[in-house]
């Protein structure tokens, strides 16, 4: 079965530094999604993109926060400053076609510490 | 009028008992209710969901009853298993836009055998 695959598992940067999040979405899925989920709360909604454009975006992604997709595969979310408070799990989503647009499957995760 | 409001927070049931969870939403614009069940460490896993046509959906051990008028859906499982320990959100997603999903609060659910 097709998934959503995430590199690195856990990340573990210094205050600061610029970090970057990589995903594979499922290969014929056209619309693809950030969440983050801070240790014990709730999943939270950071962009959502579609045709190389953001579609929506939350006021958590401000100028800090980034999204490309820089091949035919791969969607990557990029920190370029991280804080303290960007520690959580980030996780990528992804959905088809307008059909099943609505059905998002989300990858493992990344782990990212910041210290 | 963004949020979606899920209790309890945490439940334990009993290995064949009825899990029961709730949520209420404000936004009419919501028009895609899903459920996510997720593991320690893993990601977020798409369980069943519902469209405000209809009042109940049910997907084996899983049902989700749905009341427009008061705004509330409920996830229903059937059976409960200690294999169904897990955390359950619930979420919402609005009509239009970038299919954003709003989730609640999460429930921590423990079957006990």
């Known amino acids: 079965e097709p998934e959503v695959t995430q590199t690195p598992s856990h990340q573990v940067t210094q205050m600061g530094q610029e970090v970057i999040l990589r995903c594979v979405p499922i290969s014929n899925h056209l619309y693809f999604y950030w969440y983050r989920q801070i240790l014990g709360q709730k999943v939270e909604f950071l962009v959502s993109f579609y045709n190389n454009e953001i579609s929506e975006k939350s006021e958590i992604f401000d100028d800090q926060f980034s999204v490309e997709r820089p091949d035919g595969s791969n969607f990557t979310l990029k920190i370029r400053s991280t804080k303290l408070e960007d520690s959580a799990m980030y996780f990528c989503?992804?959905?088809?076609?307008?059909?099943?647009?609505?059905?998002?499957?989300f990858g493992p995760g990344t782990r990212l510490l910041v210290l | 009028q963004q949020q979606v409001k899920q209790s309890p927070q945490s439940l334990i049931v009993q290995k064949g008992g009825i899990s029961i969870i709730n949520c209420a939403y404000e936004n009419t614009a919501f028009d895609y209710f899903p459920w996510y069940q997720q593991f320690p460490g893993k990601g977020p896993a798409l369980l069943i969901a519902i469209r405000p046509d209809v009042s109940e959906k049910k997907e084996g051990r899983f049902t989700i009853s749905f009341n427009k008028s008061a705004k509330q859906f409920s996830l229903h499982i059937m059976d409960s298993q200690p294999g169904d320990s897990a955390t359950y959100f619930c979420a919402a997603r609005k009509t239009g836009g970038g299919n954003k999903l709003t989730f609640g609060t999460g429930t921590q659910l423990k079957v006990e055998l």
């Open positions: 989503a992804s959905s088809g076609l307008s059909g099943s647009k609505e059905t998002q499957y």
